[in-house]
């Protein structure tokens, strides 16, 4: 049966030694269907998409570049085109909008 408990991490439920934990065990997990998508993964080139950007999107970009095939760490017109798939419709720190392509 799924756990359907949540922490949330931007808030006082968990304490910086807790987070520091979750995040480096979250670190062993990319690459592999246990990311919990918390760890950083992505190439600089993205990081004004994914560093902001809810631990569900990450997850789902993740998972969506395993399954392409793609290097996690790779910079590519396939690789955007994935982020910007999840991210359709997402507002920026930047105040920029993601849309997706097509």
Known sequence: ????????FDSREITFEAFEGI????????????YLGLAYFWAH????????CTMA?????????????????GISDQHLNIIKHVLDGV??????????EG
């Open 1 to 8: 049966m799924a756990s359907t408990a949540t922490i949330d």
């Open 23 to 34: 995040f480096k065990l979250d670190k062993t997990f990319v690459g592999t269907g246990n």
């Open 45 to 52: 080139e993205y990081r004004h998409y994914l560093r902001d």
């Open 57 to 73: 999107k990450r997850r789902t970009v993740h998972k969506k570049w395993l399954q392409a095939g793609l290097d996690l760490t």
């Open 91 to 100: 507002t920026l720190p930047t105040g920029i909008t993601v849309r997706k």
